[in-house]
């Protein structure tokens, strides 16, 4: 007897009609979680924010054949069971894509909204009147189409809502205009909720709501909800249940058991946290896909090469500036929510964007702060191996405008100089080549700006540096410990690399390590704002 083929867990597939009548390939159901979901019928008005290609697109496909009551495509699904309105009142959706608006300018943007408009239009036989605007059309459509619908009510799916304004992020002039039509366009839809039976917005940030969403604040805001925290991505008992074949399939290709196959796949695409208020965590679904694959079978960054984050690159540029440690960013959580392009922390994009993850949640001490979420503190990090390799490997260097060849050279050698206790080769020849290529318009204006790309060069190396770490007296700058030496660094703008040599023993900085089984090296550095780079470093002995 044939042996029956492992369905394929597709990352290409994003109508679920496709996925569903394609023998094939794999549906991980989430019908349960989007029965829940879709069942309130008041206020049924969402928004929810996930990394790209994280299985957005692939969710409002489901929702719209649920809308549309195609119960033949949902045999033996978790809704097949439900008590469902789609399957005998439908009602008409209306899906569009926010990419398909995109454009170099503002005009142009303006010029593709108005197109994508016109075609909604003609779905249900209506004329785009040139003579108005695109929200006085938008409106007309919205109106129109709930009229000809047989509940009188429409469903509207829209995705990737802040894609328009991702290319605008380093010109603010062209951004507020682009923002502004966005707004006046999506403000119809609120003008029209009493029509709109269910309302579902998705996008990679938050970017644009304190301008764009001030028409939409009937939204529900679903990017933390506990809830939710698993629609999208793969939880562990999916992994255990549903893709079980797949990874025996790859466990035996690797020649290693399942639970040891299994561990590393959590190492390496597990640990997305979408809401404080639960420990789950997730699976990056086109990661696992393409592990899974045909061409599969490596532990690789797979999520970046699908497209890097132009939105990321862009914010970072127009600043001129990166966080200081990625393993150990500390936030609160209105930080987290904050959404206008002109003052969106990195820290903030980085997380939206599904670079770093919350990895622990810090509750105040104080009585009258317990249950107050806005008392927390998040520790943020790289959620898994795949993004740690990905920062590590393209990110920085796209930023920095590195060859990838050379950049590649240039974190090879600064890792054997760190592995054989050559901190000389490491300051001398590394250092000296990672801030001769920080952009000459970025600002370094002090000593905290300097020492950011000392602590992010290092810690992409693996030295795992420690910022900021106590003394009796004060703070050293830096201190990298690996099992042979232990090195203090302290870091000084415009002075000299002695003046940082003299703080460390003055304030004993290197103190606690006295008298222990490794050397202690003390290492001055001065970074010269005329030079944009640094003075030959001091080192010594304590």
């Known amino acids: 007897m044939a042996r029956r083929k492992i369905r394929e867990l597709t990352t290409g597939v994003h109508d679920f009609e496709s996925l569903i009548k394609d023998k094939t390939k794999k549906y991980v159901d989430k019908t349960d979680i989007l029965y829940e979901l879709a ?35 949902f045999k033996g699904l978790a809704i097949d069971k439900e008590d469902w309105e789609g399957w005998t009142a439908p009602t008409p959706v209306y899906s569009f894509t926010m990419s398909n608006a995109n454009g170099d300018s503002y005009a142009e943007v303006k010029e593709a909204l108005a197109g994508m408009v016109e075609d909604l239009c ?9 003579r108005k605007g695109v929200a ?4 007309s459509f919205l109106k129109a189409a709930a009229e000809l619908s047989p509940t009188k009510k429409i469903v509207v799916l829209v995705d990737e809502y802040d894609e328009p304004v991702a290319g605008f992020l380093d010109d603010i002039g062209e951004l507020k205009r682009v923002r502004k039509l966005l707004h006046d366009f999506y403000e119809k839809l609120k003008i029209n909720s009493d029509v709109i039976r269910f309302l579902m917005m998705t996008g ?15 939204l529900t805001d679903l990017s933390a909800s506990p809830r939710f925290a698993t629609l ?19 466990a035996k290709k690797l020649g290693q058991d399942f639970e040891s196959t299994r561990d590393k796949i959590l190492k390496w695409f597990d640990g997305y946290r979408f809401s404080p208020q639960t420990e789950a965590r997730v699976v990056n679904p086109v990661s696992l896909g393409k592990l899974f694959g045909p061409d599969g079978g490596e532990f690789k960054s797979y999520w970046e090469t699908t497209g890097g984050s132009t939105l990321i690159f862009n914010r970072i540029k127009a600043v001129g500036k990166m966080p200081d440690d990625l393993e150990n960013v500390r936030v609160r959580p209105i930080q987290l929510d904050v959404c206008d392009a002109e003052t969106l922390p990195i820290e903030a994009l980085l997380y939206q964007s599904g670079y770093l993850t919350i990895k622990e949640v810090f509750h105040s001490d104080k009585p009258e702060d317990k249950g107050v979420a806005a008392t927390d503190t998040y520790r943020l990090a790289p959620p898994n191996e795949e993004i740690r390799h990905s920062l590590r490997d393209g990110y920085v260097s796209r930023i920095l405008g590195f060859p990838d060849d050379s950049w590649e050279v240039l974190i090879d050698r600064a890792k054997r100089q760190i592995r054989d206790g050559d901190i000389q080769g490491l300051l001398y020849e590394s250092l000296f080549g990672l801030y001769a290529q920080i952009p000459p318009d970025w600002q370094i204006k002090n000593e905290a700006d300097a020492k950011r790309y000392f602590l992010l060069f290092t810690a992409l190396c693996g030295a795992n540096p420690q910022p900021e770490v106590p003394s009796l007296l004060g703070y050293a700058d830096a201190v990298i410990e690996t099992p042979k030496t232990v090195y203090v660094f302290e870091f000084k703008c415009n002075k000299s690399s002695k003046a940082a040599i003299r703080q460390i023993r003055e304030r004993g900085y290197a103190d606690k390590w006295k008298g222990g089984k490794r050397p202690v090296t003390l290492v001055g550095i001065n970074f010269n704002s005329r030079k944009r780079n640094i003075d030959i470093p001091v080192i010594e002995p304590l």
């Open 232 to 250: 999208l991505g793969y939880t562990h008992s999916e992994i255990d249940g549903a893709l079980r074949e797949n990874v025996e399939a790859l």
């Open 204 to 218: 990679v940030t938050k970017l644009t709501k304190l301008s764009v969403f001030s028409g939409l604040t009937h």
């Open 136 to 139: 006085y059309n938008f409106n």
């Open 39 to 73: 069942k309130e019928r008041t206020g049924a008005q969402y928004f929810i924010s996930r990394p790209r290609r994280f299985g957005k697109s692939l969710m409002l496909s489901t929702l719209q054949a649920m809308f549309e009551g195609r119960r033949n495509l």
């Open 122 to 130: 003609g779905e249900i036989g209506r004329d785009y009147d040139h």
